[in-house]
């Protein structure tokens, strides 16, 4: 049975967001020529650098829990190409290859003489092992600062912070709360975490820092006191 790219792309894009329909059109376009062009690596930090830099969904798009579509439109194009979303080898790749030292053993005729030096090199090799992890730990800094000394009858101050009531007018307040609300949420596909970070849940990217949220309310319920 023949693979049809376009019967699997209009099954992806059913149900999702605009936005969601115009990124897969975006990245089955960019896959059409990468194939088009010969090429077997369709892994997704391959596809993902490509589809960067033709304005098409990005790696971090690619690779999110809640985005099977793309992928599942990337296997298919893997599938069609009679291949996979695995990283090939390439030809120089270190798995491929025979260390030197398996070398040097292989060309001793000798087993017993094979095995004394494969013994050496291993010892070899745990003891440069070791000489790295020492050079790691090699740097020590040493705080060379003088030591604050307290005062301990010295009484605790209180320092009484002016209150916030009042620095912002009514159309300011509801400003910053619309922006922390859930049909602000809702309306730019966005999301908050439990920190206070806001997301975009189409990239799974940051729009605001964390503390954003939970600052915002928690300058919200101080105005409002």
């Not at 053993?105 to 004394?116: F, G, K, N, W």
């Amino acid at each position: 049975m023949k693979l049809d790219i376009d019967v699997i792309l209009e099954d992806l894009k059913d149900g999702k967001v605009p936005r969601t329909k115009q990124n897969l059109d975006t990245l089955n376009t960019i896959l059409k020529a990468y194939a088009e062009s010969g090429q077997k690596d369709f892994s997704i930090t391959q596809i993902g650098r490509i589809s960067a830099a033709e304005s098409g969904p990005g790696y971090e798009a690619l690779r999110a829990t809640r985005n099977t579509h793309y992928r599942r439109l990337i296997e298919a194009w893997a599938q069609k190409c009679k291949t996979n979303t695995k990283k090939p080898l390439v030809a120089h790749a270190r798995s491929k290859s025979v260390p030197v030292d398996n070398k040097l053993l292989e060309r001793i005729p000798d087993p017993a003489v094979r095995a004394l030096f494969g013994q050496i090199i291993a010892e070899r090799n745990r003891y440069r092992k070791e000489v790295n992890l020492l050079k790691q730990h090699a740097n020590i800094t040493i705080d060379k600062r003088p030591v604050r000394q307290f005062d301990a009858s010295t009484e605790p101050s209180i320092e009484v912070l002016p209150s916030l009531s009042g620095v912002l007018i009514e159309s300011e307040k509801k400003a910053l709360a619309y922006a922390i609300s859930d049909e602000c949420m809702d309306k730019n596909d966005w999301q908050t975490t439990q920190t206070g970070q806001v997301k975009d849940m189409e990239y799974n990217t940051e729009i605001f820092p964390r503390g954003f949220v939970t600052g915002l309310r928690k300058l919200l319920g101080e105005v409002d006191d």
